[in-house]
């Protein structure tokens, strides 16, 4: 089965780091872009960014550049979402999800809520 | 970037009815372009890409359909299962963005 599993749940305070990943399994890892995705309590869906786990060539959206860093490691074909000082605004969901060949994101992870609070 | 604009944002509707959920494209997207139905609590479910092409598993009664910047998902006889938010995402360029949703609830 293919699927992506996302690490638990963190509450963190603000300007602490966090790295919260997405493991793959089921299927060829390295073949496939891994996209995160951000959704706010009660709000719409936001595109991050992108990784090709094969040669971690990466993308932002303009609106998280420099706010987070993607990363994957294939050798345990997992991917990272990290951030070195957060703030209050990045409480939220999470998910990775798995990029199709003709585009579409088929397999998503499970989540993981990020509270920010202090 | 491209914004995706979807209307309505929310559909009063019943069982068994005909719906029709339209995005629009701030620029061409050709048919680069899929569309996800979110429950409470839930991760998103592809339903189609590249504009009209069915995702396994889905069933027969979505569809989608258009090209360049109007698209529309359609929903025929409504089931109690799909009462959910759906969203629009264009792929063609980077960054890719998703519309704001469309909320579809029982009348």
């Given at each position: 089965?293919?699927?992506?599993?996302?690490?638990?749940?963190?509450?963190?305070?603000?300007?602490?780091?966090?790295?919260?990943?997405?493991?793959?399994?089921?299927?060829?890892?390295?073949?496939?872009?891994?996209?995160?995705?951000?959704q706010?309590?009660?709000?719409?869906l936001?595109?991050?960014?992108?990784?090709?786990?094969?040669?971690?060539?990466?993308?932002y959206s303009?609106?998280?550049?420099g706010?987070?860093?993607?990363?994957?490691?294939?050798?345990?074909s997992?991917?990272?979402?990290?951030?070195?000082?957060?703030?209050?605004?990045?409480?939220?969901?999470?998910y990775?999800?798995?990029?199709?060949?003709?585009?579409?994101?088929d397999?998503?992870?499970?989540?993981?809520?990020?509270?920010?609070?202090s | 970037?491209?914004q995706?604009?979807?209307?309505?944002?929310?559909?009063?509707?019943?069982?068994?009815?005909?719906?029709?959920?339209?995005?629009?494209?701030?620029q061409?997207?050709?048919?680069?372009?899929?569309?996800?139905?979110?429950k409470?609590?839930?991760?998103?479910?592809?339903?189609?890409?590249?504009?009209?092409s069915?995702?396994?598993?889905?069933?027969?009664?979505?569809?989608?359909?258009?090209s360049?910047?109007?698209?529309?998902?359609?929903?025929n006889?409504?089931?109690?299962?799909?009462?959910?938010?759906?969203?629009?995402?264009?792929?063609?360029?980077?960054?890719?963005?998703?519309?704001?949703?469309?909320?579809?609830?029982?009348k």
């Open positions: 089965e293919v699927q992506l599993v996302q690490s638990g749940a963190e509450v963190k305070k603000p300007g602490e780091s966090l790295k919260i990943s997405c493991k793959g399994s089921g299927y060829r890892f390295t073949s496939y872009w891994i996209a995160w995705v951000r706010m309590p009660g709000k719409g936001e595109w991050m960014g992108i990784i090709y786990p094969g040669d971690s060539d990466t993308t303009p609106s998280f550049q706010q987070v860093t993607i990363s994957a490691d294939k050798s345990i997992t991917a990272y979402l990290h951030w070195s000082s957060l703030k209050a605004s990045d409480t939220a969901m999470y990775c999800a798995r990029r199709i060949n003709y585009g579409g994101l397999v998503w992870g499970q989540g993981t809520t990020v509270t920010v609070s | 970037d491209i995706m604009t979807q209307s309505p944002s929310t559909l009063s509707t019943s069982v068994g009815d005909r719906v029709a959920i339209t995005c629009r494209a701030s061409s997207i050709s048919t680069w372009l899929a569309w996800y139905q979110q409470p609590g839930k991760a998103p479910r592809l339903l189609i890409y590249k504009a009209s069915l995702q396994s598993g889905v069933p027969s009664r979505f569809s989608g359909s258009g360049g910047t109007e698209f529309t998902l359609t929903i006889s409504l089931q109690p299962d799909d009462f959910a938010t759906y969203y629009c995402q264009h792929y063609n360029n980077f960054p890719w963005t998703f519309g704001q949703g469309t909320k579809v609830e029982i």
